[in-house]
């Protein structure tokens, strides 16, 4: 069965600095797998997504992620933190069954300071 | 483009009351999605329906249960409320039916409160 790790619960950086949010997933066939963004009292806004195609994913707001196959690591980076970056981000893998799934992980909490 | 949008934006209820949410899919989707999110928590899978039709369905007992329209809109109804059932509840519409793995666009959520 499809699972998602995400590595560190919060990550606080400076304004300025790299963000890295950590994401592994366990899949039995190739997976879809996407990064969502919650910022507080809203719902989900999709960042980017991975499906088999170029392994470095460019997604919106300057957030890109990397399939590493041999790591089974698919994790979110940008290079630069602002503050309107502060929310909760969620890896997640579309399930291998027969219908659209996605199984989500528990979550990083982004904190940027200035 | 209208995106997805749900209703009401928060309720509150008492333990067995029953409840129901609505959602209005994204312009051309046609399959529904919704998600339990407790918090502090990852979304969790409850069910997904196309074509009016419930396909497939997370760990989840009976008492939730759901309906879609024929304008792809959806309701989410869940009967004696528990306590535990106090969540922000999503649902997500995509294109292209239950088979194919189209990315979801999810709605602002309800939040949902159990006394």
């Known amino acids: 069965a499809q699972s998602v790790t995400q590595l560190g619960s919060h990550v606080s950086v400076s304004e300025g600095a790299l963000v890295l949010l950590r994401c592994n997933y366990s899949?039995?066939?190739?997976?879809?797998l996407f990064w969502y963004v919650q910022y507080p009292n809203q719902g989900l806004q999709l960042l980017l997504k991975?499906?088999?195609?170029?392994?470095l994913v460019k997604g919106i707001n300057g957030f890109e992620a990397e399939f590493k196959k041999s790591e089974t690591s698919f994790h979110l980076t940008k290079p630069s933190a602002h503050m309107s970056d502060a929310a909760e981000y969620f890896c997640?893998?579309?399930?291998?069954?027969?219908?659209?799934?996605?199984?989500f992980g528990a979550g990083t909490r982004l904190a940027v300071h200035p | 483009e209208t995106g997805v949008t749900q209703s009401p934006t928060h309720l509150i209820k008492t333990r067995g009351q029953q409840v129901t949410l609505r959602c209005s899919s994204q312009?051309?989707?046609?399959?529904v999605s919704w998600y339990q999110q407790a918090l502090g928590q990852g979304p969790q899978f409850i069910f997904q329906?196309?074509?009016?039709?419930?396909?497939g369905r997370g760990n989840f007992p009976p008492r939730f249960s759901g309906l879609q329209f024929p304008n792809y809109s959806s309701e989410l109804n869940v009967n004696a409320l528990e306590l535990d059932d106090s969540a922000l509840y999503l649902c997500?519409?995509?294109?292209?039916?239950?088979?194919?793995?189209?990315?979801?666009?999810f709605g602002p959520g309800t939040r949902l409160l159990v006394l």
């Open positions: 997640a893998v579309s399930d291998a069954g027969g219908y659209n799934k996605l199984i």
């Open positions: 329906y196309y074509r009016e039709e419930e396909n």
């Open positions: 991975y499906t088999s195609a170029a392994t």
């Open positions: 997500a519409s995509s294109s292209g039916g239950v088979w194919k793995k189209e990315t979801q666009y």
């Open positions: 312009s051309g989707h046609n399959t």
């Open positions: 899949s039995s066939v190739p997976p879809y």
